[in-house]
């Protein structure tokens, strides 16, 4: 394969995505906005737009009956990394290219689970990223980056289209989308009397000892949405996330307000999840709100599944990390956003020689906090008691680069969204002390969440 090279141009504005999603993305058959724009972390807040195009371009899309799409993705990586040599200066650590999209939850057929449910939609979608513009929201910055051949004049042709997009603007309030005004529970794949008998199955098992912790999950299937990206520009202004994205491929659309980190690895080796269990809504009043974060903080069902997606996760990492590595730097603290108070666990280990982002996303796939644990006899209950693959949904959605770093969030608060349907799926962790009623009512808010902008 030719030689591949970085071309970069530097703004000094940061500006928003939605200008150059419309202007240089709406029309490609395949884009994407890993969106970090609208989130009050602490951490530096970068977002992501691109395409594939070109000489070059490529989209993977590939089924559990295809083969490993784990090595398949390995084997592209490596191949991309060696055709463009060493990443510039100004891209380490940030976004230097690669691949975006996600790893559906079927994909556990590959990682210990079984194939039970086929998925209408891809069961993994991967974009080369070979266009795509980098937005520094806290220096204020963007580049426009291209990877291409020397002879690829289209890649010239791109960037000076990014930067006239640079000197456009929209921007403004959202009405709500037509099916936000939607019953979401006469809509249900499992209603209610059958997901609280899902619920009761549950605790059977956790009383029998087969598991500790169930996270059962349900559908809502809703209308298909005239304009998926109108419905994701509602979402982010309704319910802004950490993890707020949007994917699309030809006729398949993904908006995600996902507050999840589901695997992030950097360029020392060291991979982090960053498990949340245990969510609140904000109050106006301070000093209630204050109150509402100490409960949520002390209590103990919370706590208690809290700590046993820790534990699992633990033992997902440490099978990909150095002897000694794995630790708990933060252990079910509180952290705040705009519309909730959430109980997240940093759990940290340093990744093997020879093991690579690859390796440890397929270690702890699927996401321990959308399964439960023991995470294997876990997910064959939850095969059971399910009636349609999640698709999308409880799987992990962000990037790998070209030299050996991701970033991944748990596929939740998401709708997936088709020619035919919208589909929405939320759940919550069963254990030995839950109120069946209580469950079902937190699976609705969670749906709620995410087309009414709620929570």
């Known amino acids: 394969m030719p030689a591949l090279t970085w071309s970069i141009r530097a703004l000094d504005r940061a500006l928003d995505g939605e200008r150059f999603y419309r202007e240089l993305l709406a029309d490609e058959p395949a884009a994407f906005w890993l969106d970090g724009s609208l989130t009050d972390r602490g951490v530096r807040r970068l977002s992501v737009l691109g395409t ?9 899309v590939r089924d559990v009956a295809d083969g490993d799409v784990f090595t398949e993705l390995q084997d592209l990586l490596s191949t991309r990394s060696a055709q463009l040599g060493e990443v510039p200066a100004v891209l380490r650590e940030v976004f230097s290219g690669g691949y975006v999209g996600y790893f559906g939850y079927e994909l556990k057929a590959l990682t210990g689970g079984a194939a039970a449910h086929e998925a209408p939609t891809p069961d993994a979608l991967w974009i080369w990223a070979n266009r795509f513009v980098l937005l520094d929201h806290d220096e204020d910055r963007a580049l426009l980056v291209a990877l291409h051949s020397a002879g690829d004049r289209s890649a010239g042709e791109w960037l000076d289209r990014a930067e006239t997009a640079a000197a456009s603007w929209y921007m403004g309030w959202r009405e709500a989308p037509p099916i936000a005004e939607l019953d979401l529970e006469a809509h249900l794949e499992q209603d209610r009397a059958t997901y609280l008998a899902g619920i009761d199955a549950c605790m059977a098992a956790l009383e029998a000892g087969e598991t500790y912790e169930v996270c059962l999950t ?3 299937r809703l209308p298909a949405i005239d304009d998926p990206f109108e419905f994701y520009l509602w979402q982010r202004q309704s ?11 030809g006729d398949l659309a993904v908006a995600s307000s996902s507050p999840e980190r589901f695997i992030t690895v950097d360029g020392d080796g060291w991979a982090e999840c960053r498990p949340i269990k245990g969510t609140a809504p904000r109050v106006e009043d301070p000093a209630q709100d204050q109150l509402v974060a100490k409960a949520l903080a002390e209590d103990e069902k919370t706590r208690a599944e809290n700590l046993m997606i820790v534990d699992l996760i633990r033992n997902d990492l440490g099978r990909v990390s150095r002897p000694g590595t794995v630790q708990v730097p933060q252990l079910m603290a509180v952290e705040s956003y705009q519309t909730v108070h959430q109980l997240v666990t940093t759990v940290r280990g340093q990744l093997r020689d020879g093991v690579d982002a690859v390796d440890a996303v397929r270690a702890c796939f699927p996401p321990g906090s959308m399964t439960g644990a023991p995470k294997i006899r876990t997910m064959e209950l939850l095969d059971e008691l399910e009636w349609s693959a999640r698709g999308v949904y409880s799987g992990a959605l962000g990037y790998l680069t070209v030299d050996g770093r991701a970033d991944l969030s748990v596929v939740i608060r998401t709708a997936v969204m088709t020619p035919g349907e919208t589909v929405v799926g939320a759940g919550g962790a069963i254990v030995l002390d839950s109120d069946p ?4 009512d937190e ?7 995410t087309i009414q902008g709620r929570v």
């Open 437 to 440: 009623v209580a469950e079902y």
């Open 239 to 249: 319910n802004p996330a950490p993890y707020s994205a949007f994917l699309r491929y």
């Open 443 to 449: 699976m609705v808010l969670k749906a709620t969440a």
């Open 52 to 60: 594939s195009t070109g000489a070059d371009a490529d989209v993977l």
């Open 218 to 220: 349900n559908r809502v």
